[in-house]
């Protein structure tokens, strides 16, 4: 597997379900990121973390939880959900966290989660 | 707070039309700026980014943006569009000096016919 993977790529779960997505990354990469990709609203940044630490909680609620329990891995547990918490969810990752003017430092996406609760 | 417009939402060419895409962005400061693409049953992919340098980026497949800073604006342009082009066109940028936080644009949905 190479570039950044995610799984499982489609998910229909329940309001009272707990699930998890997950994503792994090939690249090395010391920082990794969750999106949020709704119909008709731009992609929505989560969560960062870098190097296993949480750096970014873009104001998410609580029934959306990350864990980064290494560089190359990150998952999003979810439970609780909403009907409108269905979206695709993106994964990202980067060499590391730096950010404008740090220097060229691109983010590579996975092909996401489809995610509907019904 | 931070912000990107694409002015565009849909956008239908013939091929060997030349293609501009808008992207203008709010924050004054520092930024970085990134055009994706997402084809059709694909995931997103880089298609030119700006860090520093040369306002005028060159990207895959043909693909060009410019950097004018006064106008707070990172357009896309193509000369000559392929059907292959189709696909929707993302605008982002990162104005956050800590870390990595890129801001999209809502996306141009491009249709190219044959």
């Known amino acids: 597997e190479t570039g950044v993977t995610q799984t499982p790529r489609h998910l229909v779960m329940g309001m009272t379900n707990k699930k998890s997505l997950k994503c792994e990354q090939h690249?090395?990469?010391?920082?990794m990121y969750w999106y949020k990709q709704s119909a008709k609203k731009p992609l929505e940044l989560m969560f960062v973390?870098?190097?296993?630490?949480?750096?970014e909680n873009n104001s998410v609620p609580s029934r959306f939880s990350p864990e980064c329990p290494n560089s190359s891995h990150l998952f999003l547990h979810l439970h609780t959900l909403q009907p409108e918490d269905s979206a695709l969810y993106l994964c990202?990752?980067?060499?590391?966290?730096?950010?404008?003017?740090?220097?060229?430092?691109?983010?590579?996406f996975g092909p996401g989660t489809r995610l509907t609760v019904l | 707070a931070q912000s990107v417009s694409q002015h565009n939402h849909h956008v239908i060419l013939s091929e060997a039309a030349s293609l501009e895409l808008g992207c203008n962005y709010s924050?004054?400061?520092?930024?970085?700026l990134f055009w994706y693409v997402q084809y059709p049953g694909q995931h997103l992919q880089l298609l030119l980014k700006?860090?520093?340098?040369?306002?005028l980026v060159k990207g895959i497949k043909g693909f060009e943006a410019e950097f004018i800073k006064s106008k707070f604006s990172f357009n896309l342009r193509k000369p000559s569009v392929q059907w292959s082009d189709t696909a929707e066109y993302f605008c982002?940028?990162?104005?956050?000096?800590?870390?990595?936080?890129?801001?999209f644009g809502t996306g141009t949905r491009l249709l190219v016919s044959p």
């Open positions: 990202a990752s980067s060499q590391d966290v730096g950010g404008a003017g740090y220097g060229d430092n691109e983010q590579f």
């Open positions: 690249l090395g990469h010391n920082a």
């Open positions: 973390y870098s190097l296993e630490e949480r750096v």
């Open positions: 924050y004054g400061g520092t930024v970085n």
């Open positions: 700006y860090f520093s340098g040369d306002p």
């Open positions: 982002a940028v990162n104005a956050d000096t800590g870390f990595q936080k890129l801001v």
